[in-house]
């Protein structure tokens, strides 16, 4: 019986995706338009124009002219984009193109059929050879490993599943670029949802194939094409800001004197590269705890002088670290081939300055490691000392003598006492607490037990007290026992903590840029329990007491309000007289330019159901037709889904060619094609509707009616002439105005839909600006 229902089930599949092939198989973009594969872009796009003018559901009548229009816009937005096109022709499948719906929940698959449709792997997870189990996730591997290793590199993760046909498409591209990333010291992993759908769910990853990347611990989702370029400087944008400083010869000092302030050594990357190479910046955030990094670009004018300084060629990166000595480098490293674990070796190497500050207790943790066996037994050499500048002269010396050492086994340290009292209080306890003081100690166990000796009668940086100090050294290497005082040192104070302030602002600013990401790519399943917490925020702040109190100033100001509104009417402003559904709300009309920085949330990212009215003018005519237009569309203002824009054609009127081109049967523009594009149309006075989530728009053209000017009756003769030298004197400003005077009745046809629509297969980008000659 078992077998029998297997059986019906396998059937069942097998139908199905039969059918799903011979769907994707009837819609072929070359035979909607009747181009073949060689056809150019000039000649599909002829042939699209003739056929959508053709097929266009106003004009044509026919009961199947609204799908075919569609096939038809369609196949010309496919033949028209790259990766689609190139996508059609090797897997005769695109992103868009699917003949199916997606489900209401669970995980979507893309699917896209080609040779290998019937070669199943199913042997691997997720249908690839390339997903074996060294990059495997877990649930408790990413807890317990990803997360906290994530903030010490970024962490690169596809989601996949079997049965998943996308998934094998992109899969030469992610093989490519982990070969690639792996080389540089990311992190990568792969969550097969068909074994670890919890995983996939605390990721918040409800489709197959999705790429995200951790930093942080934080999550954040890939939404663009999976192209290698994309993928890398997706990772180079999940890093946070301020990693890597430019450096050049003006700030080149104000950058290596911080040390002492930071309490970090310095190191400058020296390449002819403008940008700071990935390598380096994944370098400088896995040791942005202990070393402060910067930038040279070797081929500015600016950075020449510190090339000189330093007698640095130019034909390989170099790296120069920086300590206690801001004019000479403690060390340097430069390589053609400049490999992730070369750098590494030289980081780790110097990543403490000569006498650094102990500032909390994980720097005392790993200047001065716990004894473990007699091999890696360490000495701390502390100086106590103290802030001010009469101790300026002991603490150069101890500094001087920090920087002579060659002992691997003694690691030189200082404190300020005053920042750390409770640790001197213990190691000066009973003893002359004069300061400054050296002490030498060696840590017992990790519970703060340490063995001391202190070193009689102070420090002042003498010579007398650095021969009596490397006296000391030299017996201690000798018989480790004369160090015979014990205790058990406190925890050290945290005196980071005062820069607290300044990390929760970055983190904060680093949060928020991510939240404006994910709301642009319109993740809003991800964002449901920010914007449910958000929402919960402004209903308790904003509460009933609030809005009565708004309710109830409002209520006071209505008598005045309608006084205004009189005085305005009778003064010639708009009035609220309309057949539209709502009243308006103001009284002004609030219009915004269409620029590139509001043109995707004006338009492209328009929520469905929503239409921009857009007015098109030049600089000399802002102001007139800006006038007439609040006049015409005032009445109109009620309304939730209309918004009010207009658009500089001096700026952007290749733009508007772009979008009308699509509309040309409406336009009727009398000239040739070859000046339509060279922008000597003047298009002053034209009205876009503009449904961005439709992508169809309705077109208002300037109708002049010339009131103004036949108020008065003509005369014969020479008083015609005279006449017409009139017109040409007052038709500028006139013409202008009257453009739009049958703009209120075209509105009211477009609320009604009865306008006409001209549909655009993408909305062109508004980011050329057209120059004026």
Known sequence: MMVVVLLSVMMVCVLLMDAMVESAAEFDPYKVLGVTRS???????????????????DKNKNPEAEDMFIKITKSYEILTNEEKKASYDRYGQTDNTHPYGRGHHGFRHNFYFDESFFHFPFNNKGGQDFANSKYTLHFSQYVNEVVPDSFKRPYLIKITSDWCFSCIHIEPVWKETVQ????????????DVGYERRLANHLGAHQTPSILGVVNGKVSFFHYAVVKGHLMQFIEDLLPQRLVEKVTVKNNQEFLKSWHKLNKPHVLLFDQVPSVPLLYKLTAFAYKDYVQFGYVDQGLSETADLLRKFNLNTYAPTMLVFKEDVEKPADIIQAKGMKKHIIDEFISNNKFLLAPRLVNQKLFDELCPVKQFHRRRKYCVLLITGEEESFATGNEAFLSLASDNTNDVLRFAYVYQRRQQPLCDVLLKNKDSTLPQVVILERRNGAGKILYKPVLGGWNGSKEDKHKLLEELERLEK???????DAVLPELNNELTSM???????????YLSEIIADLLHNNWREMMPLLSLIFSALFILFGTVVIQAFSDSSEEKQPKTKAKEASNAENGSPHTSSTSSRPPKKNFVEVTELTDITYTSNLVKLRPGHINVVLVLTDSTKNILLSKFAKEVYSFTGSLTLHFSFLNVDKHSEW????LEYAQDAVQIDTDEEEVYSCKVDYTGYVLALNGHKKYLCLFKPVYTGEDLDSKPEEEGGGSRSRKGMTRSRSTSLQI?????????????LMEGTLPRYYVPAWPGLDKITVNK
């Open 39 to 57: 056809a150019s872009q000039s000649e599909i796009k002829k042939v699209y124009k003739r056929l959508a003018k053709e097929w266009h559901p």
């Open 180 to 191: 690639e990333l792996e080389t540089l010291g990311i992190g990568i992993g792969v969550v």
């Open 479 to 485: 018989d480790p026992s004369i160090l015979n005082c």
């Open 500 to 510: 607290f302030l300044t990390r929760w602002i970055y983190t904060a600013y680093d």
């Open 656 to 659: 508007m060619a772009a979008v």
């Open 737 to 749: 105005h009257h453009k739009l005077d049958r703009l209120g009745l075209w509105v009211e046809r």
